[in-house]
């Protein structure tokens, strides 16, 4: 059964740094893009972080640009996250997930995209 397995969720202080990882259960991440969204309490999913099959181009919304880095490790089969800076308004679900419609040089913060999710994991940004 093909499944994500996202972690690496707690609880940091506002300016404080944590990085989430995203590892593929029986494929390789190697043929899909990857993006990163996440859920606020009482507000819709967003996009905050994707990366292209090749991994030329990452996009970012401008709410964690500058903040949030995105990156694949192919020999690991391992994605990952990493959020600095953090701020209480960071707080929310993340979900990693793949689309097996890729295209070298381009990703999607687009949900409606993508094939396979991860269950979540929780990020609380509160002193």
């Known amino acids: 059964q093909l499944q994500l397995v996202d972690s690496g969720g707690g609880l940091v202080q506002p300016g404080g740094s944590l990085t989430l990882s995203c590892a593929p259960s029986?494929?390789?991440?190697?043929?899909?893009?990857i993006g990163w969204f996440r859920q606020a309490p009482g507000k819709e999913r967003e996009g905050v972080a994707c990366?292209?099959?090749?991994?030329?181009?990452?996009n970012y919304p401008d709410s964690v640009k500058g903040r949030f880095t995105i990156s694949r490790d192919n020999a690991r089969n391992t994605a990952y996250l990493l959020m600095n800076r953090l701020k209480p308004e960071d707080t929310g679900v993340y979900y990693c997930?793949?689309?097996?419609?890729?295209?070298?040089?381009?990703?999607?913060?687009?949900?409606?995209?993508?094939?396979?999710w991860g269950q979540g994991t929780q990020v609380t940004v509160s002193s």
């Open positions: 990366i292209s099959v090749d991994g030329s181009t990452t």
């Open positions: 997930a793949v689309e097996w419609r890729t295209s070298p040089g381009f990703c999607s913060l687009g949900q409606g995209r993508y094939d396979l």
């Open positions: 029986a494929f390789t991440l190697v043929r899909a893009d």
